[in-house]
């Protein structure tokens, strides 16, 4: 069955304190892996897409990156207004564009 | 501004009314979704549809029933809401379905959604 779990669940930085958020997949044939963030009472904003293991994307503090099995979100010297949720998801197999999504991690950086 | 928008943001209605929820983008994307997001933040496609014609169809209950007069409108009916319809209903849309290489999504605010 396809399926994404995130982890952890919750996490709690410093400013400047430096982590990895983690999406394990399990998905037959990977047609693409995206992250979200959300912010609290809005939609999820759509930060990256990758597409094959080994791929890296860059945004400002935050990079992505894609094994055959993961993918890790760094954030670099977060600060408090990199708090939200982070959600990643799959694409079905199929020519659907179906999204499989994980149950999101919730990022709070404190100053 | 180009986005997705939905309307109501909040809607609370009583059991066994019926209600609907109207999505509408302006990005000239092909494609439109829309997603359940339960109490613990976890998003589920429920429906799809690409240039009017519906592609995806979950497992939803038959009193959800999707709309899409033209490839920028999607809208939703729900008929005699149950108090588990509540939720946070999320429209989206991408500029293709699945065939290209790129399928990125873009969520509207969101219609939270009260049953009492």
């Known amino acids: 069955e396809d399926q994404v779990t995130q982890s952890p669940e919750a996490l709690r930085l410093q400013e400047g304190e430096s982590s990895s958020l983690n999406c394990s997949y399990t998905v037959s044939g990977l047609r693409g892996l995206f992250w979200y963030r959300q912010d609290p009472g809005k939609g999820p904003e759509f930060l990256f897409t990758l597409y094959s293991a080994g791929e890296e994307k860059e945004k400002e503090r935050l990079k992505a990156t894609l094994t055959k099995k993961e993918s890790f979100l760094h954030i670099t010297a977060p600060k408090p207004e990199d708090s939200a949720t982070y959600l990643c998801a799959v694409q079905a197999p199929g020519n659907t564009g179906k999204l499989i999504f994980g149950q999101g991690t919730t990022l709070q950086v404190k100053p | 501004d180009t986005a997705v928008s939905q309307t109501p943001k909040y809607l609370v209605t009583q059991m066994g009314n019926d209600k609907s929820i109207k999505c509408e983008q302006n990005l000239g994307h092909d494609t439109m979704y829309w997603y359940k997001q339960d109490s613990k933040k976890f998003l589920k496609i429920m429906f799809s549809y690409n240039n009017k014609e519906l592609i995806i169809n979950e497992t939803v209950p038959n009193r959800f029933s999707p709309k899409s007069p033209d490839k920028a409108h999607l809208n939703l009916h729900i008929n005699s809401l149950e108090l588990g319809d509540s939720a946070v209903y999320f429209c989206?849309?991408?500029?293709?379905w699945g065939t290209g290489a790129y399928n990125e999504q873009f969520f509207g605010p969101g219609t939270r959604l009260t049953v009492l």
């Open positions: 989206a849309s991408s500029p293709d």
